[in-house]
T-cell receptor, first 113, second 117 residues
Framework: DAGVTQSPTHLIKTRGQQVTLRCSPK?????VSWYQQALGQGPQFIFQ???????QRGNFPDRFSGHQFPNYSSELNVNALLLGDSALYLC????????????FGNGTWLTVT | AQKVTQAQTEISVVEKEDVTLDCVYE???????LFWYKQPPSGELVFLIR??????QNEISGRYSWNFQKSTSSFNFTITASQVVDSAVYFCALSLEGETSGSRLTFGEGTQLTVNP
């Protein structure tokens, strides 16, 4: 039973570029949440997707957008990258209506130079 | 707005020592969940425990124990007889009750625990 998988593992981009990160939820899960974790800090909630729609959003600019596909996998897109976007991006999945804790992936390390 | 504070940035102990990680939270809601997660160098957040705001019973799981006190808004985590494998960053987190809110965790800044042999 595969857990949450994220790709790529590491990524290096240049300021101003755009990036897409991918997440496959744990088998049986239908809800995906994304978090940004800057070095030395706790994760911060970006947004959550359910039924292919953004359901909740944290305090992040519109440069951060996402998508959920019919198979429940999800993408996080960041446009016009800034140096401050360098972070570990974590994806977490859950099942709507189920009270189990979130399952997190290993994350994608994004470096913006 | 919710807030979680972990005042201890780094803790270093020698193997077999007991260690307590502190967590203080703020919320105006009366119904919420508190969590502890462990993050090894690989990056994945590993769930350790969840408590809801109506359950103040302390819990023990092997070498781990948790002390939840609503009167002081604290949810502290103790590792007894620490081991080198316990070395990691530990996060305390809070979420509001509700199907949609349950996934939105507010994390503390984390405590880096190093257990030396």
């Amino acid at each position: 039973d595969a857990g949450v998988t994220q790709s790529p593992t590491h990524l290096i981009k240049t300021r101003g570029q755009q990036v897409t990160l991918r997440c496959s939820p744990k088998s049986g899960h239908d809800t995906v949440s994304w978090y940004q974790q800057a070095l030395g800090q706790g994760p911060q909630f970006i947004f959550q997707y359910y039924e292919e729609e953004e359901r909740q959003r944290g305090n992040f600019p519109d440069r951060f957008s996402g998508h959920q596909f019919p198979n429940y996998s999800s993408e996080l897109n960041v446009n016009a990258l800034l140096l401050g976007d360098s972070a570990l991006y974590l994806c977490a999945s859950s099942l709507e209506g189920d009270n189990s804790p979130l399952n997190f992936g290993n994350g994608t390390w994004l470096t913006v130079t | 707005a919710q807030k979680v504070t972990q005042a201890q940035t780094e803790i270093s102990v020698v193997e077999k020592e007991d260690v307590t990680l502190d967590c203080v939270y703020e919320t105006r809601d009366t119904t919420y969940y508190l969590f502890w997660y462990k993050q090894p160098p690989s990056g994945e957040l590993v769930f350790l425990i969840r408590r809801n705001s109506f359950d103040e019973q302390n819990e023990i799981s092997g070498r781990y124990s948790w002390n939840f006190q609503k009167s002081t808004s604290s949810f502290n985590f103790t590792i007894t007889a620490s081991q080198v494998v316990d070395s990691a960053v530990y996060f305390c987190a809070l979420s509001l009750e509700g199907e949609t809110s349950g996934s939105r965790l507010t994390f503390g800044e984390g405590t880096q625990l190093t257990v030396n042999p």
